[in-house]
């Protein structure tokens, strides 16, 4: 399926979106923001077959930030530079936050700006050997955004994340792995493979409660140890009572394979 900017193939039970303005080098536009938000509405009109979301780039970037050239998008001193993020991406990253299975992200070249918001955003990102991070922000006089500063902090820690956005210097993909901010790192060629190998597995898992997990991560930094007491025992209520629960404990009494529904 093509929408502005994006494409989203559908294999199985995964859905494959994909940031599709190569001459730009994916750069999002508030054109392929729109695609993106008529994208989501078409895995979330799927979500019963859909159980795992894969974030790529095409061509040999991920994403590099706003497309500063877009004939929709903000010009220095003629409007708010903020207005953007509140009517386009904001949106789309809660909606890809509330989402409702595990989201991959597979970044596969350049993520500057609000494309390495975008790859944080996978609950497994996995990089191409090639590949790198940038907060491009302070090299045209902007602050980060996108929810960088509060992803970055918690990902890698205050020292690292300031030193990021105050210098606008790269970021290898192995160097990210290092530091704990990726999860897995792939030659250029078996990336895409790889991804799709991860998707899979997830997706054929217990998705009932692997939606609950990714919300107990992302709820985790702002509660108490008390208000996360209470958000895992709500959590597994909801896991016990799933289909899966069943499956998964009968298969291990009979010492087979589970064979989850996400139900």
Not at 130 to 153: E, H, K, M, N
Not at 161 to 185: D, H, I, Q, T, Y
Not at 191 to 219: C, F, Q
Request: charged share 25%; with cysteine.
């Amino acid at each position: 399926m093509q929408f502005k900017h994006v494409t989203l193939d559908i294999d199985g039970p995964v859905a494959i979106l994909k940031l599709d303005h190569q001459e730009v080098m994916n750069a999002v536009s508030m054109d392929m923001l729109g695609g993106l938000a008529e994208a989501l509405d078409t895995i979330d009109e799927k979500r019963a077959e859909i159980r795992c979301v894969v974030l790529t780039g095409a061509g040999r970037a991920f994403c590099t930030g706003a497309n500063l050239q877009g004939r929709n998008n903000p010009k220095p001193g003629k409007s708010n530079a903020g207005t953007s993020l509140e009517v386009g991406f904001h949106p789309f990253l809660r909606r890809l936050r509330n989402l409702h299975c595990p989201v991959v992200t597979s970044v596969n070249g350049p993520a500057a700006g609000a494309g390495m918001s975008f790859a944080l955003m996978g609950d497994m990102i996995l990089c191409a050997r090639s590949s790198y991070f940038l907060q491009a922000f302070r090299r045209i006089g902007l602050v980060p955004d996108c929810g960088s500063t509060w992803l970055l902090p918690r990902l890698i820690g205050k020292a690292r994340s300031v030193e990021l956005s105050l210098m606008g210097e790269k970021l290898p993909a192995e160097k990210a792995l290092e530091w704990g901010l990726v999860n897995r790192v792939y030659d250029d060629a078996v990336l895409m493979d790889e991804t799709m190998k991860l998707a899979h597995e997830l997706a054929n898992g217990p998705t009932v409660a692997l939606s609950l997990i990714r919300k107990l991560y992302w709820e985790s930094p702002e509660n108490s140890f008390e208000d996360q007491l209470n958000l895992e025992f709500e959590s597994q209520r909801l896991a016990g009572s799933a289909d899966d629960f069943k499956e998964g404990v009968t298969a291990f009494l009979e010492k087979r394979p589970a064979k989850f529904k996400g139900r």
